[in-house]
């Protein structure tokens, strides 16, 4: 996994504030609090502005619909689990469509009671990635700009309500200056279709190259 050392000393003994990393242009963020709809509606106005002039008006309306339904149900489906953002690739591919097969959540979760009594940070970090039950995965721990993170890569199986099966790659940080905060990056991707395909395997090292750039917000 990416291990980052950034900053000064005094710099990474204040708290964080926020956080930071760089994605392509492709990509937009979703802020899931506050600002939501105007933030849906301005990514959807310039993805509209990238429809060919001459494209027959009887194919635009549909496509306008469905570029819609399928933006707010991603973003609609990501507010449900009260996360902080949500990033898509918005801008059209080569072939000029649009591929929303892949997504970054960012979202925060508390210390669970059950892990005070560990002194291993690493070990409050793993139990906290097992509470989703998932128990074939991949993990490993490092550093990111100043604070632990624990990274786990697995599949998630297609079912109810999920018709393909994913790839998940989710990085968990301690929240520097709050013991009891940890912040997780977690990516999903169906890839080509297979989670396990050369494209799956070329967005992993995509995203795992993203959170090289990750930075704290400091106070």
Do not use: C
């Amino acid at each position: 996994m990416p291990v980052e050392h950034a900053g000064s000393r005094s710099e990474l003994a204040l708290p964080a504030t926020g956080y930071r990393m760089l994605l392509p242009d492709q990509w937009a963020q979703v802020p899931l609090r506050h600002g939501t709809d105007e933030a849906v509606d301005s990514i959807l106005e310039d993805a509209y502005t990238r429809i060919p002039k001459d494209a027959p008006p009887d194919k635009v309306g549909p496509y306008k619909r469905e570029l819609a339904r399928r933006f707010r149900k991603a973003v609609t489906q990501a507010q449900e689990t009260n996360a902080l953002d949500l990033y898509l690739p918005v801008k059209p591919v080569a072939d000029g469509s649009f591929n929303l097969g892949a997504s970054i959540l960012v979202s925060e979760t508390l210390l669970p009671d059950r892990g005070r009594a560990a002194t291993d940070p690493t070990e409050l970090a793993v139990q906290l990635l097992s509470r989703d039950g998932v128990e074939q995965a991949d993990l490993s721990s490092g550093e990111i700009d100043g604070a632990l993170a624990v990274r786990r890569e697995h599949v998630a199986a297609s079912g109810p309500g999920v018709e393909l099966a994913s790839r998940r790659v989710e990085y968990i940080m301690a929240v520097p200056g709050d013991p009891d905060r940890w912040f997780v990056a977690a990516f999903s991707t169906v890839g080509a279709g297979d989670p396990r395909d050369d494209l799956s395997e070329a967005l992993v090292e995509w995203f795992d190259a993203v959170m090289t750039t990750f930075r704290w917000r400091r106070g």
